[in-house]
């Protein structure tokens, strides 16, 4: 063998055992690719010869598979990733793959067992509600509540009106554009939002929550693509303006700004007796909804929001519970939400009725709630000492998807700095239409 040849073979043999290294050691979430593929093949090959186990393990294996995969392609697909094509991903392709038949009946059975019977899915509610509301910091609660409030509400009422009269010209009426388009889209996402609606309007109405995920959630995933549009807009104007640019400040007086900066606390170790006493005050809180339900008449849900807000306001409970419950919503938060986007696609999300409800004209009020909204705390944060700019964008995260749909929204404006501020408009914003549509939905049924 002559020498160059030699080398250039050494050189080839060279570039593909490089390659082959960086294959296996890239990662699907954080786990090595090889490793991921096994994991993968197990799975398929338990459900394809129906050996899956019919339980929470089998349930788990399953969306937890699908979840880290499908969420990972959409959050790095060109043009997806920008609009929260994550969860996008994992609610839809679900629905898509179980239209055509692609999941046998061991992998929808232990799914079903998962998310239903062993409801799974009201124990992550509970989780991303509660934990989230005792985690947020009782300052940036209270003074932030005082700062939006107006902006919120003036924001709100443009988008029901607007939403209103758009829905009339298309077609549809008051009762089905206010409940199934308009509130979807200004509840707060899909985990704080769409899935507590749901298990209260089949409480009021009638029926089961799959029937009313179907309906809502492409409202909430509209929605949260034209609250993302406007904020890239918003942040091209932002540089044409500079008077009306806070370039992330909300308000105009600085010092007061840096009050409402989070000090996120990394450095502490995770005390994992603390986060399960939190468990068990996340579990408390839904069997006390459910209580207060009985009472009041409302949705356990919704009371169950209403306790986590009160007991936070007026510091009920002890710090290291509160940050306990949040331990635990930011593990659920870290590793559950694509899972559950999968559950939720295959079991309560069905094409053909998803397909039913878009048209033109349900686009078209969509983009009128959340312009309207948008340009409602543009004109009204100026008058209360904001950016209008930073204003605008907070305001418009009202109609996002989420924590997913602040981090979207925040990135495309490049105001990751006004997340506290998004987090009382999301959250709170969130939960307020959420307790505010199940009692007017109660009164007019």
Request: positive net charge.
């Amino acid at each position: 063998m002559n020498k160059p040849y030699e080398q250039t073979l050494n050189a080839a043999d060279g570039g593909f055992v490089q390659r082959l290294r960086s294959l296996c050691a890239y990662e699907i979430g954080v786990i090595p690719l090889p490793i991921f593929l096994g994991i993968a093949l197990i799975v398929f090959l338990s459900a394809h010869l129906g050996f899956l186990p019919k339980n929470m393990i089998g349930g788990l294996a399953v969306i937890m598979t699908m979840g880290v995969f499908f969420g990972q392609l959409g959050s790095r697909l060109p043009i997806l990733k920008e609009i929260g094509g994550g969860a996008i991903l994992c609610l839809m392709l679900p629905s898509i793959l179980v239209f055509y038949g692609f999941f046998g009946p061991a992998t929808i059975d232990a799914t079903r067992m998962l998310m239903k019977e062993a409801n799974f899915l009201y124990f992550v509610i509970a989780s991303l509600v509660v934990g989230s509301i005792l985690g947020m910091s009782r300052f940036i609660l209270v003074q932030g509540m005082i700062r939006m409030f107006i902006p919120l509400l003036v924001g709100t009422l443009a988008a029901v009106v607007s939403g209103l009269m758009v829905g009339k010209l298309v077609g549809y009426s008051f009762h089905h554009t206010f409940f199934f388009i308009i509130v979807p889209i200004i509840g707060g996402g899909i985990g704080e939002g769409i899935l507590p609606l749901s298990l209260a309007y089949s409480t009021i109405l009638g029926g089961t929550p799959d029937i009313y995920v179907a309906q809502l959630a492409p409202a909430a995933v509209v929605g949260n693509i034209v609250a993302i549009i406007c904020a890239g807009f918003l942040a091209r104007l932002a540089l044409k303006r500079p008077t009306i640019n806070g370039e992330g400040s909300l308000i105009r007086a600085r010092d007061e700004n840096d009050k409402f900066k989070v000090k996120e606390d990394n450095g502490s170790l995770v005390d994992f007796r603390v986060m399960g006493a939190g468990v068990l005050v996340i579990c408390a809180f839904f069997v006390l909804g459910g209580l207060l339900e009985k009472v009041a008449g409302i949705p356990g849900p919704v009371m169950m929001i209403l306790a986590a807000v009160l007991f936070k306001y007026v510091r009920l409970l002890p710090e290291r519970l509160e940050k306990g419950a949040n331990t635990f919503y930011k593990l659920v938060s870290a590793a559950f939400i694509w899972p559950v986007m999968i559950g939720l696609g295959m079991l309560y999300v069905p094409l053909d009725s998803v397909v039913k409800v878009f048209s033109v004209g349900y686009v078209l009020v969509c983009v009128a709630v959340v312009v309207a909204m948008t340009v409602a705390g543009f004109f009204i944060g100026n008058l209360m000492k904001m950016y209008p700019i930073e204003s605008a964008i907070v305001t418009c995260c009202h109609s996002g998807l989420g924590g997913t749909g602040d981090v979207a929204i925040l990135s495309a404006s490049n105001r990751m700095s006004l997340m506290p501020f998004a987090q009382i408009s999301t959250r709170i914003g969130g939960a307020a239409t959420v307790i505010l549509a199940t009692i007017l939905l109660r009164i007019f049924v």
